[in-house]
């Protein structure tokens, strides 16, 4: 009944989802959003922080691109990657996304409100 | 795409370990607590349509010690959502634990405020650490934008 399972339902009915949650399977995946979190950083760069080939690295980063973890671009000779919109800011997504889920719920809950008023105002003897 | 966002519903991570949802709604707490603590009456809003979750079972025995279970379609299967109310006050409080999952869960406090015939309802949770809504925020931050977008859509169907 708490909302962050009830959440993580929700998210685990989706396919797209799916990407989401294998891109961040991996130890090393989780380590390069961290260290895109702080800085952008080209791929070759990562590699060594990771101590990866850079084909090893072009991997990981194609896993993260795909789940729309992270974006790359390439300028010159040098591939760059940085957050993407989903790895911005989680706490405020996060936290958006449950005012939603609320709002929803609220706006329901509204309805049913009104409707036991009106139930009180036509017959109060029935309680 | 345009969403008419409201600012009736309010939620912030009050503190490490608190997460605080509020709300007024206009009528009087006693009806309002009426639509959290009548299982046939909760589970008409409780889950937001088109969330592409099935509410399958709701049984709720909302008094001091009572408990309750939600079960939801879940893939081939069902999950069960279950936990025990530590403390009811009619009309003014409900709290419960959350005991699904094998570690020590969140526990709710809901409570009914009178403000002049309307309600301002508190919506209350604290973890038991920082770490656990971290990891709770952490693994549901993957798949918020499909999310967003899946409210976006069912909040027309609920209105009017």
């Known amino acids: 009944m708490s909302q962050i399972t009830l959440n993580h339902m929700v998210q685990l009915s989706t396919p797209a989802l799916d990407l989401s949650f294998a891109a961040l399977s991996d130890t090393t995946r989780r380590g390069v959003l961290e260290q895109?979190?702080?800085?952008d950083a080209s791929i070759t760069s990562l590699a060594d922080r990771f101590h990866m080939t850079l084909t090893g690295m072009k991997k990981h980063v194609a896993v993260l691109e795909r789940a729309g973890l992270v974006v790359t671009e390439k300028i010159g000779r040098v591939r760059t990657c940085r957050l993407g919109r989903r790895g911005l800011d989680a706490e405020a997504a996060w936290i958006e996304a449950h005012r939603k889920l609320f709002e929803a719920r609220f706006d329901a809950l509204d309805k049913i409100i009104l409707e036991l008023k009106r139930e009180e105002e036509d017959g109060p003897a029935n309680e | 795409m345009a969403l008419q966002t409201s600012d009736r519903t309010k939620v912030e991570r009050k503190t490490d370990?608190?997460?605080?949802?509020?709300?007024?709604?206009?009528a009087a707490p006693r009806i309002v607590f009426?639509?959290?603590?009548n299982a046939e009456l909760f589970r008409k809003w409780w889950v937001p349509k088109g969330a592409g979750i099935t509410l399958l079972n709701c049984e709720m025995d909302v008094r001091t010690g009572g408990k309750y279970k939600l079960e939801f379609a879940h893939g081939d299967g069902s999950m069960a959502f279950y936990g025990k109310y530590l403390d009811v006050t009619p009309n003014e409080r409900i709290v419960w634990t959350n005991d699904e999952g094998d570690e020590e869960g969140a526990v709710t406090t809901v409570t009914f405020e009178d403000k002049g015939?309307?309600?301002?309802?508190?919506?209350?949770?604290?973890?038991?650490?920082?770490?656990?809504l971290d990891e709770a925020?952490?693994?549901?931050?993957?798949?918020?934008?499909?999310?967003?977008?899946?409210?976006?859509?069912?909040?027309?169907?609920?209105?009017?």
Do not use: C, N
Request: proline share 5%; no cysteine; net charge negative.
């Open chain 1, 36 to 39: 895109l979190g702080r800085a």
């Open chain 2, 17 to 26: 370990r608190e997460l605080v949802v509020t709300r007024l709604f206009d």
């Open chain 2, 137 to 160: 925020m952490e693994g549901s931050a993957a798949g918020l934008p499909t999310q967003l977008d899946q409210l976006d859509e069912l909040l027309p169907t609920i209105g009017g």
């Open chain 2, 117 to 132: 015939g309307k309600t301002l309802l508190t919506f209350h949770e604290l973890y038991p650490s920082k770490q656990a």
């Open chain 2, 34 to 37: 009426k639509a959290w603590s």
